[in-house]
């Protein structure tokens, strides 16, 4: 593992943390591998060091979904497919208490096959903002 540095460039939505992830010997030449985290998750990803979740943690959006209980829409995170097909997509749902990073292994091999793949986070669990609308939201 060689030294995580983080640099911030401006981006229409927030900056974007880059970091040196491992280095490849090419033509006796090092060179770095270098990922970019979107900006709205923790700095905690920093840490991950399975190299499955860290690829698929630079390809975490956030999409808005509207929600029954409030005016504004909340905030969900989910990694969108880089393949777009004219049959039904895999949406992939984790367990509770996890973020869509559970599909690490997963995701990859059904790109590889083909095919259009959603990886969501449940409302209130992984990166989404459930949280933050349920402290301004009260039962009346």
Same mark, same amino acid.
């Given at each position: 593992?060689?030294?995580?540095?983080?640099s911030?460039?401006?981006?229409?939505?927030?900056?974007?943390?880059t970091m040196?992830?491992?280095?490849?010997r090419?033509?006796?030449?090092?060179?770095?591998?270098?990922?970019?985290?979107p900006?709205?998750?923790?700095?905690?990803?920093?840490?991950?060091?399975?190299?499955?979740?860290?690829?698929?943690a630079?390809?975490?959006?956030?999409?808005?979904v509207?929600?029954?209980?409030?005016?504004?829409?909340?905030?969900?995170?989910?990694?969108?497919?880089?393949?777009?097909?004219? !049959?039904?997509? $895999?949406?992939?749902l984790?367990?509770f208490? @996890?973020?869509?990073l559970?599909?690490?292994? +997963? *995701?990859?091999?059904?790109?590889?096959?083909?095919?259009? !793949?959603?990886a $969501?986070?449940i409302?209130?669990?992984?990166? @989404?903002?459930?949280g933050?609308?349920?402290? +301004? *939201?009260?039962?009346?």
């Open positions: 593992m060689v030294a995580l540095t983080a911030f460039a401006s981006a229409p939505s927030a900056a974007t943390i040196a992830m491992t280095k490849k090419s033509g006796g030449a090092v060179c770095y591998a270098e990922l970019s985290f900006s709205f998750l923790p700095k905690q990803v920093e840490n991950i060091k399975d190299t499955f979740a860290r690829k698929l630079t390809r975490i959006d956030r999409l808005p509207p929600v029954s209980f409030s005016d504004n829409s909340i905030m969900n995170s989910c990694v969108r497919p880089l393949i777009q097909s004219k !049959t039904s997509p $895999v949406v992939l984790h367990g208490d @996890s973020p869509c559970e599909w690490r292994y +997963t *995701y990859p091999l059904l790109e590889e096959a083909g095919l259009e !793949t959603w $969501v986070d409302l209130g669990w992984g990166f @989404s903002d459930l933050k609308a349920e402290d +301004t *939201y009260h039962m009346g």
